[in-house]
C-alpha cells in the first residue's frame, strides 16, 4: 500500500486531454474547446505514452485513431473522471448539527460548564446553543432541537423527557448574612429578590420555613434567575433559586446560604423535542448525555 501511495501518477489535465482528443479525433479540436494551445496538448498525450511506454493514437491525415493500448487506457481514464465527478456531487456524510435551547440561567450557569464534556463524550457531534429568557419555549419547526424547559409543555407532538427537579433557597452576599444572623435568621427588612414574576418561589420556602419576610413590601422581580443573583452579590437583597445554578457563586463565598433548607420548588426541568425525531439515535443519546451531568 504504502508503494501504490508514493509511486509517480500521470497529471489528471493531461488524462483530461487525452479522453478529450479520443473522443474529437483531433489535436486541434481539443486545442479550441479546452482552450489551450496544440503544443500543450501534443505534450501531455506524449508525457502519457513515456509513462506507461505505449502508442496511445495513431496519427494520420483522417485524425486520430486510438491503438489497442489508447483503447484500453480511455475505458480506465472514462471511469476515473466519472469517479471525480460523482464525488463533486456527493453530500458528505458529516454529523447532523442539533440545536440546544435553554433558559439563559441554565445555559450560563448549568449547560456551559459541561457543554465540552458533552460534546467529548458525543465524538463528533456538532452542537448548536440557543439561549432564552423563557422558561418554556417553542421548538423550531424541522430543526433537530432539543429544548431544556422550566417546566413542562403541552404542545401537541412535543415529547418531554426529565432530567431533574428544581429546588430552592436563599442566597445572599456575606454582608447581608451578617444582617440576618443579627436579626435572629430573619429576612423582616430583607429585599427579596425573585427571578421573575409572580414569584411564587419565596412563598414556597417562607411556607416551608416558617422564617418571617417582608413579602408585600420589599420585593424586587428580575428578568432572570442569573440577574437575580448578580443582584443579591451586590448586596441588594437575598435571591431565591437553585443552588445548582450558583455553584460558582457558592464555591468562591460570593454567595452563601443563610438557611440550611433546602426545599423542592414544585418544578422540574425537561428535555423536550418533536416525536418527529423521536428515534433519532443522536437525540436520544445526546439526552442521556445530559441526563449523565445531572
Known sequence: MKNRIFKSLPSLVAIQSFGICAELRSINKASILLHRSQGAISKQIKQLEEHYSVVLFERSIDGLKLTMHGQHFLSVSKSLLEVLEQYETLEPNLPKQITISAPST????WLLPRIEKIKKD???QKIQINSTSQDITLLNEGELEIAIMR????TKGVICTELFPE???PMCSESVMASIAESGLSLRGQHLLHASKPGNEWATWLECSKVEADVSTHSIFFDTLDVALSAAEASAGVVIGDPSMAVERLNSKRLVMPFGLIVPSG???YACYSESHSDDPAVVKL??????QT
Open 106 to 109: 441554565f445555559t450560563l450557569r
Open 122 to 124: 458525543f465524538n463528533d
Open 151 to 154: 417546566g413542562r409543555t403541552e
Open 167 to 169: 429546588f430552592l433557597t
Open 267 to 269: 418544578k422540574r426541568y
Open 287 to 292: 439526552i442521556n448525555l445530559i441526563k449523565s
